[in-house]
């Protein structure tokens, strides 16, 4: 589900409709609902319950520094540290602001540019490539693809 909807004022939900309310009450219904409650009363306690569970993935958000950060951070890297950063972009790609793409983009392309001059420019021995080792550049090859596709 798309939680961008409810950016805004904490103590104030918009949605953009009352389906995607009712899907966020029914996911959990167990859980937000007292049985013992008349049907009007459940549904407000469910309604504010959602609303605090709401509230609550908000306060999870990522910042946009923190994904050009974790970017930066990844690229280069010979570690998981790739995988997690990459996976993490791929599936939010969608969600991500179009200014933090488009800085994405830039330090992802910058990163092949270098990556590639390096193999051109192969020397004898142990080459440490810019893009990290095969599977980090298999990674961000990934993360590449989904601005190929727009």
């Not at 904490?10 to 049907?39: G, K, M």
């Not at 958000?61 to 540290?81: A, K, N, T």
């Not at 950063?85 to 179009?98: D, E, F, L, R, Y």
Request: glycine share 2%.
């Amino acid at each position: 589900m798309d939680f961008n909807k409810f950016r805004g004022d904490p103590d104030r939900i918009t949605l953009d409709s009352y389906a995607d309310a009712a899907r966020v009450i029914s996911l959990h219904l167990q859980e937000f609902c007292d049985e013992n409650l008349l049907y009007p009363q459940m549904i407000a306690v469910a309604a504010r319950k959602a609303h605090e569970e709401i509230v609550k993935l908000r306060s999870l958000e990522v910042e946009d520094w923190q994904i050009i950060c974790s970017v930066r951070y990844s690229l280069g890297r010979r570690s998981y540290q790739v995988s997690i950063t990459c996976n993490w972009i791929i599936s939010h790609w969608a969600n991500i602001p179009a200014d933090v793409k488009s800085i994405i983009q830039q330090d992802v392309e910058e990163a092949f540019k270098i990556e590639d001059l390096q193999h051109n420019n192969k020397k004898p021995g142990l080459q440490l490539y810019y893009l990290g080792d095969d599977c980090d550049r298999k990674c961000w090859e990934a993360v590449r693809d989904l601005w190929a596709k727009e």
